[in-house]
């Protein structure tokens, strides 16, 4: 069967349509995630010491995690999930995903390596950075500052491979600024946002230490 | 003429070969290499704060953001390079290179990517933490760590991105293990030794101001 995908010179041999429709796939994906934030926002409520910012931070990266984890990790091992006959849910996801940006199904070089780095090393640190905050951990700051910045650094190569490739992967703007743009941009501003705050609290610490530390050495 | 690089099918109208010998383009990087380090050493010896560590990570990130900035910054952009008939040392540092990866001469979407990002944003940044070591900034940590996770995600995904297209882009095993496996090992042990001791550094910090912070509280 032809696929639809832009450019239409793209081969994709035994391509098999995407069969759930689009309000699904969004809302078992959106539904999935309202749980995970909202179990994460409940159990977290029990203690004490999480302000409400470390519990939407706690939310966000079990969110992220598991994204990362479940959806990109299965695109990076499943180079024929466009061939997918059974209506699989996450091979349904990349099929209409892949209306934003072909090279997806194409299984693009850059995509495959970006998705792989994602799904193997920022999926299970993002976990991490849940249990780290609520344990109140030393190095949590560093750790969600290396996560957003690895995501920066994809959302980045994501982007910049693009335009060096022409950027025309998309069936329509619609599916250009609804996937392409707007889904990717939450791994933007995020990840920018804690990367400020990680930078500023470390700096903080840092100079809060060495001026202590001067302080000893005058007594 | 016709271009020594592998794969023999790539295509590379109007190749020009590079015409300086292999010792003179490893001589010239490595005699200006050397007087950036020793006139950053020399005058970073006049600070008393500076200790030997310092001032030997405020050489590697001279050495290392004069790379990004020169070599790094004209491959990026410079897309025919490999036409250059002027003998113009830094096309042919990357002739020379490309025997080793012969994705540079190729303008692989995944290596102009990593470059431009690595130029652009790395190489000024890495300045940046000569200056921020030298006056002894509190960002001075967190901005190395930045630096070198932006180089080890550089370096990831240039090896990936060659393991996924099938590792077959170098002239004979000498160019293999020489250019593109030793010469980019600098840029993978030399970033995960700062990114671990600015990780513990600011850990420490962290923990020690949260734990003045309690004092205080019971004070």
Redesign the interface.
């Known amino acids: 069967m032809e696929h639809p995908y832009i450019p239409r010179d793209l081969k994709l041999p035994d391509y098999v349509p995407v069969s759930l429709p689009q309000s699904t796939i969004l809302a078992v994906y959106g539904l999935a995630s309202l749980l995970v934030v909202s179990l994460v926002w409940l159990f977290s409520g029990g203690s004490r010491r999480l302000n409400k910012l470390d519990r939407l931070l706690m939310c966000w990266w079990a969110f992220t995690g598991l994204t990362h984890i479940i959806l990109e990790g299965y695109f990076a091992f499943s180079p024929e999930f466009y061939k997918d006959k059974t209506g699989f849910f996450l091979a349904e996801v990349w099929k209409e995903y892949s209306k934003g940006d072909s090279r997806y199904a194409g299984r693009?070089?850059?995509i495959?390596?970006?998705e792989?780095?994602t799904s193997v090393l920022e999926g299970p640190a993002s976990l991490l950075a849940v249990y780290a905050i609520a344990k109140?951990k030393?190095?949590?700051?560093?750790l969600q500052?290396?996560i957003s910045?690895?995501q920066l650094?994809?959302t980045?190569?994501y982007f910049?491979?693009a335009i060096?490739?022409g950027d025309n992967f998309a069936m329509s703007p619609f599916y250009y600024y609804a996937y392409y743009i707007f889904a990717n941009s939450f791994w933007i501003w995020i990840p920018l946002l804690i990367c400020i705050r990680?930078?500023k609290?470390?700096?903080?610490?840092?100079?809060?230490?060495?001026q202590?530390q001067k302080k000893s050495k005058v007594r």
């Open positions: 693009d070089t850059a495959v390596t970006v792989g780095i109140g030393a190095y949590s700051y560093i500052f290396a910045l690895g650094y994809g980045l190569v910049v491979a060096l490739d990680c930078w609290k470390i700096s903080l610490a840092v100079q809060s230490q060495s202590s």
